[in-house]
């Protein structure tokens, strides 16, 4: 016990006197580099996208290049048209303007595919080993958040509740479900497919896992409905729905794995 | 000598290991050191050994049903409750499906109702239950699916006596 202690202590040590040299560094570097600093100080350079705390220079808000202060073109160039200077993101709470798409829950994956991957190729840390550390940091930051935003879009659940909240609003912790009948009806759905009903039926639980996904088709049809006529209540509705069918698929899916079977 | 050393050492560093801005201070990841306990001991005991899982007769006229969902995280839960004459809880049952501490929170709670007045049972608050399971603020709506679960049960209960009375 007393050898661990030592080596612990010992890590920690060597791991703070680290942070102090990066901290007395980034201090000097204050008046050059302050979006440098941030990340730093901050450890996980995806928070400084979001932190609204973080002080922007006038200069960054508008579409002017950071490095040689010339005006942009559009709003989605990626490196400034004068000094070929890769650019911070000009969106970055909609994942669907960032990829330049539309704002619709019906979008062609194969077209977000090759954006994301087009992006990527542009802008992953990789190209930019012998850049400076500013460009370095915007490609990592840039970079990681194309793909938070790939994860969001492609998974059509995920896309669902970012579309909501573009529209105002989310699902909430306090939320309940007032409708008893889906409530009896998910609860017999999750009965008929409890290990305990279909012991190793496989053929059953393949059946059911149809049905379910039948289900979901037909729910995010409905959502796609009402995200096109505006109706974000009902689209609300349909989301919760869609959030149970798809915690019963992957209930399904995980016991037909746990019996060997691949989905 | 060396006893004492390490164990002061020891508790320090618990003591630093339960507070995370400590570790980022530190220059450390949350990785590097193992957090794995992110449930409480109570919490995985219910959820492993779940009690009184299973279904009452919901047409028997002393049985009440509360089925409640949360739809934040996709979960549902069924409690029901068994009442003699006397007005006392003589039995309760769950079934739940979703996350370890709904599951948890239905099995406290059908442990707990158990022998106490439909009245008494009323009282039963959500911040008893997240106390019990030491349940982390994030996992607190688990909780209040517990208590509406509860609530929903006690009075799908009274209003079968009232309409039995009735008749």
Redesign the interface.
């Known amino acids: 016990m007393y050898i661990v202690c030592i080596i612990f202590f010992y890590e920690m040590a060597q791991n703070f006197t680290k942070t102090t040299r990066r901290l007395v560094s980034s201090i000097a570097n204050l008046n050059k580099s302050p979006y440098h600093n941030f990340r730093v100080l901050n450890g996980y350079h995806q928070t400084n996208f979001r932190n609204p705390t973080f002080v922007t220079p006038k200069r960054w808000q508008t579409n002017v290049c950071w490095r040689c202060g010339a005006h942009e073109g559009s709003p989605t160039q990626v490196f400034c048209e004068k000094c070929n200077v890769i650019q911070r993101p000009h969106e970055l709470e909609n994942y669907f303007k960032l990829f330049g798409l539309e704002e619709r829950f019906d979008i062609e994956q194969q077209v977000l595919r090759n954006k994301f991957r087009q992006l990527q190729s542009l802008l992953h840390p990789d190209k930019f080993s012998n850049k400076t550390e500013e460009e370095q940091a915007i490609s990592a930051d840039y970079s990681s958040l194309l793909n938070k935003a790939y994860g969001t879009l492609h998974v059509p659940l995920r896309r669902a509740e970012h579309l909501l909240k573009l529209k105002g609003e989310t699902i909430g912790e306090s939320q309940s479900v007032d409708d008893p009948e889906f409530l009896i009806e998910i609860m017999t759905l999750n009965e008929e497919a409890s290990v305990e009903e279909v012991g190793k039926d496989v053929g059953k639980l393949k059946k059911l896992n149809k049905k379910n996904n039948e289900q979901l088709e037909r729910v995010s049809r409905e959502i796609d409905l009402c995200f096109k006529s505006n109706d974000i209540e009902k689209a609300k509705e349909n989301i919760i729905k869609f959030k149970y069918y798809t915690s019963l698929s992957s209930r399904i899916n995980g016991t037909l794995r746990d019996l060997g079977e691949s989905d | 000598m060396?006893q004492i050393?390490?164990c002061s050492?020891?508790s320090k560093?618990n003591s630093m290991a339960l507070n995370t801005s400590n570790l980022?201070?530190?220059?450390?990841?949350p990785s590097r050191i193992c957090l794995t306990a992110f449930y409480h001991k109570n919490v995985i005991e219910h959820y492993e050994n779940p009690r009184n899982v299973g279904s009452l007769d919901k047409d028997d006229k002393n049985v009440g049903t509360g089925?409640?969902?949360?739809?934040?995280?996709?979960?549902?839960m069924?409690l029901q409750i068994k009442v003699d004459e006397n007005g006392k809880i003589v039995d309760a049952k769950f079934?739940t499906?979703?996350c370890g501490s709904a599951i948890a929170s239905s099995s406290y709670t059908t442990e707990w109702v158990k022998g106490k007045t439909v009245d008494e049972a009323l009282k039963l608050k959500n911040t008893a239950i997240a106390k019990e399971l030491s349940l982390p603020p994030v996992k607190?709506?688990c909780s209040?699916l517990a208590e509406?679960a509860i609530k929903a049960a006690l009075s799908d209960y009274k209003i079968k006596q009232q309409s039995n009375k009735k008749e």
């Open positions: 060396d050393a390490s050492l020891q560093i980022l201070r530190l220059g450390l990841r089925l409640v969902g949360a739809p934040a995280c996709g979960d549902v069924k079934k499906f979703g607190l709506h209040m509406d």
